[in-house]
């Protein structure tokens, strides 16, 4: 069985224990193309760009600073999805078809609508506290990427941090 994976490169920023810390940057949408007539382009421009962060485990005992590729299985991200952004809908919708069928006033059925969507976010935020869901969606390090050669001229004279002296 073929489980494909999304996948994102990033940088090794701390270790802890068996888990590396992983560093990455947020691309748009599009592919970051920089056209800037593109919408996606002026809504990433107006959020900003802010690195996300995120640890998993380090079974290929990666050090700080290496580059790797950690991905997430498809079918997980779209599980997450249903669970964050549907369930809740449901109920909120849920509570206010209830509401009015019921007879409850407008306001009655905006009450029940809020009730709904939040019992839908604590149903969310129960189910992803238990422990092994969170391992579930944990991403998975999947490789490490080749770091290139450094070609140095023997005769050249460098400083303590690797830069050229004359």
Do not use: K
Not at 34 to 53: F, K, T, V
Not at 63 to 86: D, K, M, N, S
Not at 127 to 148: C, G, K, T
């Amino acid at each position: 069985m073929n489980h494909a994976m999304l996948e994102e490169e990033g940088v090794v920023e701390a270790l802890e224990g068996e888990y590396a810390t992983i560093l990455t940057q947020p691309r748009s949408a599009c592919g970051g193309c920089g056209n800037a007539a593109c919408g996606s382009h002026a809504l990433a421009q107006w959020l900003g760009s802010r690195p996300n962060r995120f640890q998993v485990e380090n079974r290929l005992g990666v050090t700080v600073g290496e580059r790797v590729v950690v991905g997430l299985a498809e079918g997980r991200l779209l599980t997450a999805a249903l669970w964050i952004y549907l369930l809740p809908l449901l109920l909120m919708v849920g509570g206010a078809v209830f509401a009015s069928v019921f007879g409850f006033s407008e306001a009655g059925s905006a009450l029940a609508a809020v009730a709904g969507l939040s019992g839908g976010l604590l149903l969310v935020y129960r189910h992803s506290r238990q422990r092994e869901v969170a391992a579930a969606y944990r991403p998975l390090l999947l490789r490490r990427i080749a770091q290139p050669f450094l070609l140095i001229d023997p005769n050249q004279r460098v400083g303590t941090h690797g830069e050229p002296q004359s």
